[in-house]
């Protein structure tokens, strides 16, 4: 796992950044004119990113008597609490309430919404990371070897 070599988290794995530090990873990715160490930072972000955003929803999906395997995340305005649906549940046919709710199914849409319903705060942040990663495989107690096991490429059977 590559490590931060500069700045507040150097020593810190780019990995661990974006499960625990997801409103510094924002501001990284924004970071237009990146360039030297901040330039590999970032594309390292970006492919962990895109192993994060790969890997399936491993929960059942929320709608009543449903067994199916989730696909997706919705929340409510305000709140990093998800809840979870496979594509053949509506979920306001289970009751949600219409045009308070934000679907959330990559890291990027989980930032997005806390980012405009929350106002950006890092608690929300981190709580919606967290949650979404959870509901991805992330176990509840994190240590290195849990997130390098996430962010493998490698398959993992479900």
Same mark, same amino acid.
């Not at 970071?31 to 930072?41: F, I, T």
């Given at each position: 796992?590559?490590?931060?070599?500069?700045?507040?988290?150097?020593?810190?794995?780019?990995?661990?950044?974006?499960?625990?530090?997801?409103?510094?990873?924002?501001?990284?990715?924004?970071?237009?004119?990146?360039?030297?160490?901040?330039?590999?930072?970032?594309?390292?972000?970006?492919?962990?990113?895109?192993?994060?955003?790969?890997?399936?929803?491993?929960?059942?999906?929320?709608?009543?008597?449903?067994?199916?395997? @989730?696909?997706?995340?919705?929340?409510?305005?305000?709140?990093?609490?998800?809840?979870?649906?496979?594509?053949?549940?509506?979920?306001?046919? @289970?009751?949600?309430?219409?045009?308070?709710?934000?679907?959330?199914?990559?890291? *990027?849409?989980?930032?997005?919404?806390?980012?405009?319903?929350?106002?950006?705060?890092?608690?929300?942040?981190?709580?919606?990371?967290?949650?979404?990663?959870?509901?991805?495989?992330?176990?509840? *107690?994190?240590?290195?070897?849990?997130?390098?096991?996430?962010?493998?490429?490698?398959?993992?059977?479900?």
């Amino acid at each position: 796992m590559q490590t931060i070599t500069f700045g507040k988290y150097k020593g810190e794995t780019i990995a661990k950044l974006i499960l625990k530090e997801p409103g510094y990873v924002k501001w990284m990715l924004e970071e237009s004119d990146a360039s030297g160490p901040m330039a590999r930072v970032v594309a390292e972000v970006k492919r962990l990113i895109k192993v994060f955003d790969e890997k399936p929803l491993i929960v059942s999906c929320s709608g009543s008597r449903c067994q199916r395997r @989730a696909t997706r995340c919705s929340a409510y305005r305000g709140s990093p609490d998800l809840l979870q649906w496979c594509d053949e549940c509506d979920m306001y046919d @289970a009751g949600a309430v219409g045009g308070r709710l934000t679907e959330v199914r990559t890291y *990027r849409d989980a930032l997005k919404h806390i980012e405009f319903t929350d106002n950006g705060t890092t608690t929300g942040y981190r709580d919606i990371i967290k949650s979404l990663a959870k509901r991805k495989g992330l176990p509840d *107690r994190v240590g290195a070897k849990q997130i390098a096991d996430f962010f493998s490429d490698e398959p993992h059977a479900i």
